[in-house]
């Protein structure tokens, strides 16, 4: 199975403003994400991730997207487990619950500590970012942590509307 992880970013690097705002990025990229959730049917995100989108967006979030396997990850055991989603507690048991529904690829949208998670374990086997002329100061990186160092290897990248670059990366292990 591939896992692939993808993120909409501004020029720096950047997910989120600090408090988690995406009001940055044009709506193309949500429906970017909808467009890879309805090619992989699943996606993977962190706990926090999950509870700032529904906090900041409760008209239009993660709700909104048809997929049945949308799966939360999370160490924090008192997390009640929404309906529609499945909770793990780790990002090997949700790519086994994605390997045993059959599926061919898992994608990992983030947030940036579970994207770190995700490739400090070696678990990612592409990259996919669209890169959006933005610059922010001060935000939400889309890799926490300083211990990463990987090489990665550009697959394609591609001219998308309103300026954005969509490029897609093999991790080198």
């Not at 909409?8 to 990025?25: F, H, K, P, T, Y």
């Not at 309906?83 to 990992?108: C, H, K, M, Q, W």
């Not at 509307?161 to 990366?169: A, C, D, P, Q, T």
């Amino acid at each position: 199975m591939k896992v692939v992880l993808s993120a909409s970013v501004s020029l720096n690097g950047m997910i989120a403003r600090e408090d988690g705002q995406e009001d940055w990025l044009p709506k193309d990229g949500w429906d970017d994400f909808v467009s890879e959730v309805d090619t992989f049917q699943n996606f993977i995100m962190g706990r926090e991730t999950y509870e700032l989108v529904m906090k900041l967006y409760p008209d239009h979030n993660f709700d909104d997207v048809e997929c049945g396997n949308k799966i939360i990850v999370t160490g924090n055991p008192d997390f009640q487990t929404p309906d529609g989603y499945t909770v793990v507690r780790s990002p090997e048991e949700a790519l086994d619950i994605v390997r045993n529904l059959g599926i061919d690829t898992a994608l990992v949208i983030g947030g940036g500590k579970l994207n770190s998670q995700f490739l400090s374990r070696e678990l990612i086997d592409e990259v996919w970012l669209t890169y959006n002329p933005h610059i922010l100061g001060k935000g939400r990186p889309v890799f926490v942590g300083n211990d990463l160092d990987l090489s990665l290897t550009l697959i394609s990248s591609e001219l998308r509307n309103l300026g954005r670059i969509h490029s897609k990366y093999s991790v080198n292990k």
